[in-house]
């Protein structure tokens, strides 16, 4: 695998922070075949997250992005090889892990402020602390206007902004992201990328997002991962050595244009072989 690590991930190795939060070794996963032989669909597969990283991964459609982020949070069964987190073994889904999804799934029912505050119960929340917690993230978000506001009242990017808030209800320490903006439109998109990296500074969190979009890769990752077609491995961790805060002129700098080249490559020679 080609590493490219540059100051970010190298002080991310030092200190508290080298314990990772999400450390996978030799993971794969097999499924069932049609004609009963098993498909390979992923690995073996070798990571390390450290926290206040944000990490993005890219690669070609059916690579295992998707199974890749949901056995990092554990809603699958790996076929074999390791996975911890915060340094201990897990099967199964964790509070201190929020998942926001490309579908937003806000029920049309209910509030926007209901909505946030849906997993209030489940995460036995005293109704004043979520309550307190979910009109924080709504202001964060720009939405206080919008509580009371049923989901079909909102724009697509308002949508993705509540489940943002409704994922962080749970003042979760690991933010997955599975193409979050993927049905937006490209302005909206670009917004949306811009915003979710103030939000990512200001709360501190650790955030480990697939998408296609290359551009959006480098805007927001500390690095980015590069996966192989299926059976997805991860064939390069390219650090993003760009200044942040990051704008809608980071794209202009050669570095960021380098990068976007290099990845490009990458995915494009492996596609060819």
Same mark, same amino acid.
């Given at each position: ?155 697509? &990017?308002?949508?993705? #902004?509540? $489940? =943002? ?5 749970? +003042?979760?320490?690991? @933010? !997955?992201? *599975? ?21 990512? &500074?200001?709360?501190? #969190?650790? $955030? =480990? ?5 290359? +551009?959006?890769?480098? @805007? !927001?990752? *500390? ?27 980071? $794209? ?22």
């Amino acid at each position: 695998m080609a590493s490219t690590h540059g100051q970010a991930a190298g002080a991310a190795a030092s200190g508290p922070r080298s314990v990772p939060v999400i450390a996978l070794e030799g993971l794969t996963k097999t499924f069932p075949g049609a004609d009963g032989r098993p498909v390979h669909a992923l690995g073996p597969v070798d990571l390390r997250i450290l926290p206040g990283e944000f990490v993005a991964l890219v690669g070609p459609s059916g690579c295992g992005k998707s199974t890749l982020l949901r056995l990092i949070a554990g809603l699958e069964a790996a076929s074999g090889g390791t996975r911890q987190r915060y340094g201990t073994p897990f099967e199964a889904p964790s509070h201190e892990v929020g998942i926001i999804f490309q579908d937003h799934v806000l029920f049309p029912w209910a509030t926007v402020l209901e909505n946030v505050l849906l997993p209030a119960d489940i995460l036995h929340l005293p109704r004043r602390v979520a309550d307190e917690r979910a009109r924080k993230l709504l202001a964060l978000t720009g939405l206080s206007d919008f509580a009371g506001h049923k989901p079909q009242m909102l724009s697509g &990017g308002m949508k993705q #902004r509540a $489940a =943002f808030c409704r994922a962080m209800l749970a +003042d979760p320490r690991f @933010l !997955l992201l *599975d193409e979050p903006f993927g049905a937006l439109d490209a302005l909206t998109r670009e917004e949306l990328s811009l915003e979710l990296s103030r939000l990512w &500074g200001e709360l501190g #969190r650790t $955030a =480990f997002m697939i998408t296609h979009d290359i +551009d959006e890769a480098i @805007l !927001l990752g *500390d690095r980015v991962l590069v996966m192989s077609p299926r059976p997805g491995r991860i064939v390069a961790d390219i650090a993003v050595d760009l200044p942040r805060p990051r704008s809608v002129d980071t $794209a202009a700098h050669p570095r960021f244009q380098a990068i976007k080249q290099q990845i490009r490559r990458l995915i494009f020679e492996r596609r060819s072989t």
